[in-house]
């Protein structure tokens, strides 16, 4: 059975960094992601990398503060955020592909999320 369980949400101030994971368990994927979604909006882009090479790509609005890497012995992937700010609340979720894909850019294209986990950046 495949799941996929993010942990390393909180609370934090705007500046500061946290650090997500996301464990994958029942089959290795080719591409996992992460999205997110703040209240009111839809589920945006936020980053995604490949099994092997890990070639990463990041929506504009992150590009530069967070880095997406992945453990393929562990099954793993991490978002590390830094430079927090109040417009990155939100809930955060992890997302895989079996297919290998360096565009993997939409949430149709993943066949399998996480529950998701909750990031709040106060002022």
């Known amino acids: 059975q495949v799941q996929l369980v993010e942990s390393g949400g909180g609370l934090v101030q705007a500046g500061d960094s946290l650090r997500l994971s996301c464990a994958a368990s029942?089959?290795?994927?080719?591409?996992m992601g992460w999205f997110r979604q703040a209240p009111g909006k839809e589920r945006e882009f936020v980053a995604t990398?490949?099994?092997?090479?890990?070639?990463?790509r990041y929506a504009d609005s992150v590009k530069g503060r967070f880095t997406i890497s992945r453990d393929n012995a562990k099954n793993t992937i991490s978002l590390q955020m830094n430079s927090l700010r109040p417009e990155d609340t939100a809930v955060y979720y992890c997302?895989?592909?079996?297919?290998?894909?360096?565009?993997?850019?939409?949430?149709?294209?993943?066949?399998?999320w996480g529950q998701g986990t909750q990031v709040t950046v106060s002022t």
């Open positions: 990398i490949t099994y092997s090479p890990g070639y990463a």
């Open positions: 029942g089959r290795t994927f080719s591409t």
């Open positions: 997302a895989a592909a079996i297919a290998y894909n360096t565009n993997a850019l939409y949430s149709g294209q993943y066949d399998y």
